[in-house]
């Protein structure tokens, strides 16, 4: 490491910024943004800099190799050419940080990649070889820190002077913060419920048994898995699965998403599967309890989205029951996930103005449909679990007056690389079901699925198997 990544204090004193055209703009875009006040030699003569009247910008007229630096905390260079160099000397006989672009040999110090979260700023500097890098980098911080992590150091920094004074010992007060940050005061302030995380943190009597407390207070997140790509997982999705110390996993969750799971993670599988019984809802509920009660930071990682046939409620209902913490993270749902995938718009002006999501799970099911409620044409069908049911459903919708010529698609492993998909007529439904060869399924009926793009799908497997019908 040749560059060691500090905080300048920019209320210490003026900035330098020396330079032309574009290169110094956009150098002092960055200073001005980041409450630098400046002093600005543009060498070419042109003021405009594009910022309006921004308070804090002083213009320089005089030479800068011969203007008074006193009280200047660091000179910047940005498209100075050879006065960059002349510059990058006198200030180092000064004894000045110089900073000038593009330029390491003439450099003291130089400008990182930041992720500026208020008062959570992360630097990522590559020693000045490759700044694309450093920017790829700075894309993964951004997208793996929380939206208002500056906030919770803003939160924690407005109770950090009385909880100095509440607990003597370093280490504790360490253990204290870190119980508040991963505990429910922590999500709050993350959700952007400052309010009830300030009530909460006041409502700590005894701040020194708080961070004792041998068990840390455990958790349940509800997350949507979405239908199988892993790349459609949210960030939060994600944030959570890599927070979490077990997780209870549908069967249905795609093995790809699986592998986002932090290594060392306890994993259970707790799955239904059609045709296949799990260890029941009851005792899903309960180990879930259990876990959130010891400690444990637990994720509870559904198909597709929690709340669509998911049976969400119920383990919220739980929860809530045990007095257990929770958040939930919605997931794509395979309908939304199916219409992408094969390119059916659900709405389309005109054509279809509403979306109907049902389950019809066993024939049995699909006779309690209530078909009556789906005879109008405008509406866009979505059936979740109802391949097996695909004769009783074409029924129902016949007797809801639906004509026997209504596109329809089956649209089975939606997302996931064997994605496969069959279109045609209601009239033809079952045996479109009998083309894809196996579930998860949806089933989309309306006339939007005439909108339908391409079903080809290259898989790796397809493109052998065409390769070798091609050989024959
Ligand atoms: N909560 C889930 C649905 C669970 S019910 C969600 O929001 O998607 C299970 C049903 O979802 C399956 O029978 C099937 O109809 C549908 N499903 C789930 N994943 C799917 C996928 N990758 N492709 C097509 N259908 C899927």
Known sequence: MRFLPVFLDLKAGPVVLIGAGELLRAKLRVLAAAGARLRVHAIDGNHDFGLGEAAGIDIATGDPMTADLAGVIAIVCAGAGDVGVAMSARAKSLGLPVNVMDDLEHSSFIFPAIVDRGDVVVAVGTGGTSPVVARRVREKIEALLP??????????????????????????????????????????????????ADEALK???????????????GSVALVGAGPGDPDLLTIKALR?????????????????ILDRIRRDTTRVAVGRRVGKPGIGQDAINTRMIEAAQSGQRVVRLKGGDPFVFGRGGEEVEALRAAGIAYTIIPGITAGLGGAADFEVPLTYRHEATRITFLTAHKARDAENVDWSTLTDTKMTVVVYMGMTAAPAIRAGLFAAGRSPETPVGVFARVTRPDAQGAIGTLRDLPELVRQTHGGPAILIIGDVVRHAGSLRRETPKQILSDLLDAAE
């Open 240 to 256: 959570a699965l890599q927070d979490a110390d077990i997780v209870f996993h549908d069967e249905l969750v795609s093995g790809e």
């Open 203 to 217: 409502a700590i009597s005894d701040p020194s048994t708080f961070a004792r407390a041998d068990k840390p207070e």
């Open 147 to 196: 939206a208002r992590i500056g906030e919770l150091a803003e939160f924690i920094g407005g109770f950090r002077k009385s909880i100095n004074e509440r607990i003597a010992e370093f280490p504790l007060r360490r253990r204290f913060w870190e119980r508040v940050i991963d505990g429910p005061i922590g999500a709050a302030v993350l959700a952007g419920r400052k309010s009830e």
